[in-house]
């Protein structure tokens, strides 16, 4: 028997950058039939954008596009797309964002959405208007083990939340002779760690415990010269923070602490949050992606206190049934399966980004929150947020 692939409903995919982010999304794109039965559509891996043009025909071989293009409002445009996916550093994510929400194109858009507040709200504004689904590729959202931990406390499990605690630390630039790339100038990248690592936990903090009202912040850079990608023996200038950290107040009365850098010297990708409340607290840690460390109150009744280690592999967990039986691990290049099938299904079904998604309203609050943590390490004030 011949299986009649083309009865199948396809969505086109343009992917924009073909690096770190354009290889976990093309596996994603890719993988979503494998496991979600039957999948909401069929990703088609169209077109592949990016400016090296042998570089970016290893990547469409590779990653099994049909077409490439150094010109990415061809790829953008072209009539086989209906969805496009920006994973370009930050200064290229308003205009072929823009570009693709106005040519009719859903659209799903790296994090941070944008280097500031005031071209994020471009994209907001433009979505709003806009009939095609749009969001933002805050991929930790779609951790099994932290919608669990969203579920808990949305249930009340952990009662009145009082605090929450993230640090997000890498230490990749503690060697002086680590190049200047984008990630280090504020015209592409627009900040450092603050947008990098702290737009994933503010993200998360509004994600898991509400909105954020105030906050204070403290930036520091380091090294401030490292050697040009183009011409190792010249040097040019860090434009933006190697770490931050920040005080955060919520609208519900909890308060927390975020912190990120690249300086955290053994810190390879410590993505770590703690809540706290009334009856008990959770704790996750991103390199053991699996788990959920839980407390709760009611346990100390029974002599039995302790924090206890959930494996957050059964099939009553969030995507779980999806993949393995229970206690086959999954890794983290999952959150981004879940996230594009979320995406995907949203689009062919016509249902909401939010609440699961973070929609490009979430992405524009995520940038005004940290124009505030900047604005606050310059004057040394605690600074109100204000969403307008
Ligand atoms: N969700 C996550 O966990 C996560 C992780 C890493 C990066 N990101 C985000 O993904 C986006 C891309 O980051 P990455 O780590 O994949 O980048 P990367 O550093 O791996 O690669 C960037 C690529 O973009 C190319 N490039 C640079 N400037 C360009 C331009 N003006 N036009 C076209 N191409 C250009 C470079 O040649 C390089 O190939 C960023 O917005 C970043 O914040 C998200």
Redesign the pocket.
């Known amino acids: 028997m011949v299986v009649n692939i083309t009865a199948q409903r396809r969505v086109g995919v343009a992917l924009l950058?073909?690096?770190?982010?354009?290889k976990a999304h093309s596996h994603a794109f890719k993988a979503i039939p494998h496991f979600f039965h039957p999948p909401p559509a069929v990703p088609e891996l169209v077109v592949i954008y990016?400016?090296?043009e042998e570089r970016l025909r290893e990547a469409a071989l590779n990653y099994g596009f049909k077409k490439y293009t150094t010109d990415w409002r061809t790829a953008v445009r072209d009539p086989e797309v209906e969805l496009v996916d920006n994973?370009?550093?930050?200064?290229?994510?308003l205009e072929p964002t823009l570009e693709a929400i106005e040519s009719g194109r859903h659209v799903v858009c790296?994090?941070?959405l944008a280097r500031n507040s005031e071209e994020a709200r471009k994209l907001r504004d433009a979505a709003r208007r806009a009939k095609v689904k749009t969001m933002v590729?805050f991929?930790y959202r779609f951790v099994p083990s932290i919608q669990f931990a969203r579920q808990l406390v949305k249930e009340g499990t952990i009662g009145r939340v009082y605090h929450f605690r993230a640090r997000y630390l890498q230490d990749w630039l503690v060697n002086p002779s680590a190049p200047l790339?984008?990630r280090l100038k504020a015209e592409e990248a627009g900040s450092g760690p603050l947008g990098?690592l702290g737009s994933h936990i503010i993200d998360l903090a509004r994600f898991l415990v509400g909105e954020v009202e105030a906050v204070t912040g403290v930036v520091r850079t380091f090294i401030d010269e490292r050697p040009l990608v183009e011409d190792p023996s010249r040097k040019g200038r860090v434009t933006v923070e190697d770490a931050f950290a920040a005080t955060v107040e919520f609208d519900n009365g909890a308060i927390g602490t975020l912190e990120a850098s690249r300086f955290a010297t053994g810190r390879k990708n410590f993505n770590n949050l703690e809540i706290n409340g009334e009856k008990g607290s959770i704790e996750f840690n991103l390199e053991r992606l699996n788990e959920l460390r839980v407390y709760l109150r009611e346990w100390e009744d029974d002599g039995l206190t302790g924090w206890n280690t959930v494996l957050v592999t059964e099939r009553r967990h969030p995507y779980i049934d999806r993949y393995w039986p229970s206690g086959h691990i999954i890794g983290w290049e999952h959150t981004f399966i879940n996230e594009m099938y979320h995406f995907l299904k949203c689009i062919v079904d016509d249902e909401d980004v939010a609440p699961l998604g973070a929609t490009f309203e979430d992405g524009y609050r995520c940038n005004v929150i940290m124009d505030a943590i900047l604005e606050s390490a310059k004057t040394g004030r605690r600074v109100k947020v204000s969403f307008s």
């Not at 950058?17 to 354009?22: K, T």
């Open positions: 950058g073909y690096a770190f982010m354009g990016g400016r090296h994973s370009l550093p930050n200064n290229m994510h790296e994090k941070p590729a991929n790339t984008w990098d």
